[in-house]
């Protein structure tokens, strides 16, 4: 089966001899030059934001990241500006490479040349649905940049942070969240939806939060857990929805973060 185009996503080569220590200390994940899985990533403001996440992998001597495309041009200006006069060739790959998915599992990508994926299928809302029915949430069609920390769409989980390497841009922040578990917003899965994107999610008379990108009826919400005592009286454009938790969460719905 050949790969499915995401045309929403942005591919930017790190090599050089510096480029695991530029990512390491910049960057959240544990990002080494050994080839392996995708691994799941984030670089952030220093007040903790997200300015930009996705996946990246060890192959042919460079680290391939791919970060959604809206953010590229400042993702890839930050990042020239932390390297300074480090040993890394920051390479822009948007004019010739593309990003897919390979269509049995939500975060197996693939890249390719520009002309190898001339022969991929065309972009559809299938990776949108296999991720939201994971519960997984995804910068561009579910968040904006600067508008979530990592725990708020489950980073904290999912091995996009690492808590043991030491120091990167808002660490500070990240760690104190997790050591002191004041984490208020988590990601569910909102099912019944008749509302587009960006709709809040209500429970007991107060928003919880918003809905981002909606197929087929479902959609991630990032919410303030302890709003919603009550999972079967939300609603999201004033009609009623479901709302479940991750297989993957350890998290409770009515659950109150400790005070800062």
């Known amino acids: 089966m050949a790969p ?27 990002l080494l030059a050994e080839p392996g899985p995708a691994l799941w ?57 593309a990003v897919g998915w390979d269509g049995g599992a939500a975060h197996t990508r693939v890249i390719g040349s520009e002309a190898d994926a001339r022969a991929w299928e065309p972009a559809d809302e299938g990776y949108a649905a296999a991720r939201i029915a994971a519960g997984i949430a995804e910068q561009g069609p579910d968040f904006a940049a600067d508008s ?5 769409i489950g980073m904290d989980f999912l091995g996009g942070v690492d808590f043991k390497k030491g120091c990167y ?31 809040a999610v ?5 928003e919880a939060g918003t809905i981002g990108q909606v197929v087929g009826g479902k959609a991630v919400g990032i919410v303030r857990l302890d709003r919603i005592e009550d999972p079967a009286a939300v ?18 719905f009515g659950e109150s973060a400790a005070e800062a």
């Open 148 to 152: 979530v920390f990592p725990h708020d």
């Open 202 to 206: 209500v429970a007991g008379g107060r």
């Open 4 to 30: 499915t185009l995401r045309p929403s996503r942005a591919l930017f080569r790190f090599s050089g001899e510096d480029a695991q220590k530029l990512l390491f200390d910049v960057v959240t994940g544990r």
């Open 41 to 97: 990533w984030a670089l952030l403001s220093p007040q903790g934001k997200i300015q930009a996440e996705g996946l990246s992998t060890y192959e042919d001597g460079a680290f391939w990241l791919d970060v959604d495309a809206g953010v590229a041009d400042a993702f890839h200006k930050r990042m020239r500006m932390y390297k300074l006069r480090a040993a890394v060739e920051i390479a822009d790959l948007r004019a010739t490479h």
């Open 169 to 199: 841009i808002g660490q500070e922040v990240v760690s104190r969240m997790q050591h002191r578990g004041t984490a208020r917003r988590r990601p569910v899965i909102v099912s019944g939806i008749e509302a587009p994107a960006g709709s």
């Open 235 to 252: 609603t999201v454009g004033g009609k009623p929805v479901s709302v479940a938790l991750p297989d993957w969460a350890t998290y409770k």
